[in-house]
């Protein structure tokens, strides 16, 4: 009933910019928290960033300071704006969010994932 739609991975420079974008749709009654999961080869997903619906933030040591994550919540949309991007940034990167389908039910959904490379 809800679809996350991932967009804005890619290849990028060390010390590059990207800036992913995550947005929301079906049945969707409110959303609580929305973030930011990567998963690397060979290593366990983590997460990067995660944003409450009252704009409450908070981030991974290794990204902090470097990245930001922000919503939009008129359009069900979630944002990681990633700066000074490095080597070990390179992952595939999931939008995941806590969806309110009705007063009575909620359920975590994820994204497709997007790739970002991130060259040296």
């Known amino acids: 009933q809800v679809q996350l739609v991932e967009s804005g991975g890619g290849l990028v420079q060390a010390g590059g910019s990207l800036r992913l974008s995550c947005a929301a749709s079906?049945?969707?009654?409110?959303?609580?928290?929305m973030g930011w999961y990567r998963q690397a080869p060979g290593k366990q997903r983590e997460l990067v960033a995660d944003?409450?619906?009252?704009?409450?933030?908070n981030y991974v040591d290794s990204v902090r300071g470097r990245f930001t994550i922000s919503r939009d919540n008129a359009k069900n949309t979630v944002y990681l704006q990633m700066n000074s991007l490095k080597p070990e940034d390179t992952a595939v990167y999931y939008c995941?969010?806590?969806?309110?389908?009705?007063?009575?039910?909620?359920?975590?959904?994820w994204g497709q994932g997007t790739q970002v490379t991130v060259s040296s």
């Open positions: 995941n969010a806590d969806v309110r389908s009705s007063y009575y039910n909620s359920k975590y959904y």
């Open positions: 944003i409450s619906s009252g704009g409450t933030t």
């Open positions: 079906g049945i969707i009654f409110s959303i609580n928290t």
